[in-house]
């Protein structure tokens, strides 16, 4: 997994490239904690170039997410390739998280 990280004011926008698989969640859960911390207004990723998402992965963002929103700030997910777009479909993530194809 390959991550780029940018900020532009209260936003941080992260890339994400790659298999998501559980060896690579360890290292989302530290990008995730070190987010959190970061304290931006919005954080926006870009999921177009991972093909594969673990449950374990998934569940990290969806912590993730629930922590951001019940501290007022907003998670968008701007990009997303067909196969992780799926899975978050068919568990109804995305009508929790915003997601831009």
């Given at each position: 997994m390959e991550i780029s990280c940018q900020n532009d004011g209260n936003t941080a926008y992260?890339?994400?490239?790659?298999?998501v698989d559980n060896d690579e969640?360890?290292?989302?859960?530290?990008?995730?904690?070190?987010?959190?911390?970061?304290g931006h207004d919005e954080i926006v990723f870009k999921l177009s170039g991972v093909l594969f998402m673990s449950s374990l992965a998934i569940g990290l963002f969806l912590i993730f997410y629930k922590e951001l929103i019940a501290n007022g700030r907003r998670l968008r997910i701007r990009g997303i390739s067909d196969p992780v777009y799926r899975v978050f479909h068919s568990i109804k993530l995305d009508k929790l998280i915003p997601v831009e194809k």
């Open positions: 992260v890339a994400l490239n790659g298999s969640a360890k290292e989302l859960g530290q990008l995730l904690h070190t987010l959190l911390s970061q």
